[in-house]
């Protein structure tokens, strides 16, 4: 069974930074993009990037241009999420999934991760 596995969260103080991780097992990673969302308590889960299977990044969400890059490596069927200057309001729990192309909304997508927690605090 296909699974995705995100993990590198963590607590941080504002302008830090974290580097999440989400590997894919069981299937290989190169036909498909992986998209990173995130959802904080009693908001909507929100698009926040994606990279296609090709490897070119597609999407970033305006709230965190320049200070999150996404990438991926096939040979270790991983997707990357490295976030830096982190701000406080960006405490959520981070989730990818995986879909055949680029998509920043998540009804589309079946296949998701179990999250991980990112909560920027001082």
């Known amino acids: 069974q296909l699974q995705l596995v995100e993990s590198g969260g963590g607590l941080v103080q504002p302008g830090e930074s974290l580097r999440l991780s989400c590997a894919v097992s069981?299937?290989?990673?190169?036909?498909?993009?992986i998209t990173w969302f995130r959802q904080a308590p009693g908001k909507e889960r929100e698009g926040i990037s994606c990279?296609?299977?090709?490897?070119?990044?597609?999407y970033y969400a305006d709230s965190v241009k320049g200070r999150f890059t996404i990438s991926r490596n096939n040979v270790e069927n991983t997707v990357y999420l490295q976030m830096n200057s982190l701000k406080a309001e960006e405490t959520a729990v981070y989730y990818c999934?995986?879909?055949?192309?680029?998509?920043?909304?998540?009804?589309?997508?079946?296949?998701w991760g179990q999250g991980t927690q990112v909560t920027v605090s001082t």
């Open positions: 999934a995986l879909l055949a192309r680029c998509s920043r909304y998540p009804n589309e997508y079946d296949l």
């Open positions: 069981r299937f290989a990673l190169d036909a498909w993009a």
């Open positions: 990279i296609s299977s090709s490897g070119r990044p597609t």
